[in-house]
Nanobody, 121 residues
Framework: QVQLVESGGGLVQPGGSLRLSCAAS????????MGWYRQAPGKQRELVAV???????NYADSVKGRFTISGDNAKNTVYLQMNSLKPEDTAVYYC???????????????WGQGTQVTVSS
């Protein structure tokens, strides 16, 4: 089994910054992709930013130039630096990882429990 533990959410004023962290632990052989999704009230979950094991990244158009995803492979951890936050960034942010199990060698998706980000004055 694999666990994803997120941290760093909270309340911030428009224009402010937050940094989210997500650490993966458990039966991990390799992590193929790791990243962040978000879900605002009444909306579908959407991709925010993801990073592949080779370092390539993909961002939602709405966050390009404001958010930066980075990772520490040795710690199986991914970060999301969020700058110039807007009220429309308010959502629950979920960490996601595509993990190959150390035991079964099966590849599957895992999700964190989510962390609330609220941008409001």
């Amino acid at each position: 089994q694999v666990q994803l533990v997120e941290s760093g959410g909270g309340l911030v004023q428009p224009g402010g910054s937050l940094r989210l962290s997500c650490a993966a632990s458990g039966s991990i052989f390799s992590i193929e992709v790791m990243g962040w999704y978000r879900q605002a009230p009444g909306k579908q979950r959407e991709l925010v930013a993801v990073m592949a094991s080779g370092g390539s990244t993909n961002y939602a158009d709405s966050v390009k130039g404001r958010f930066t995803i980075s990772g520490d492979n040795a710690k199986n951890t991914v970060y999301l630096q969020m700058n110039s936050l807007k009220p429309e960034d308010t959502a629950v942010y979920y960490c996601s990882a595509k993990v190959t199990s150390r035991i079964s060698r099966y590849l599957r998706d895992y999700w964190g429990q989510g962390t609330q980000v609220t941008v409001s004055s």
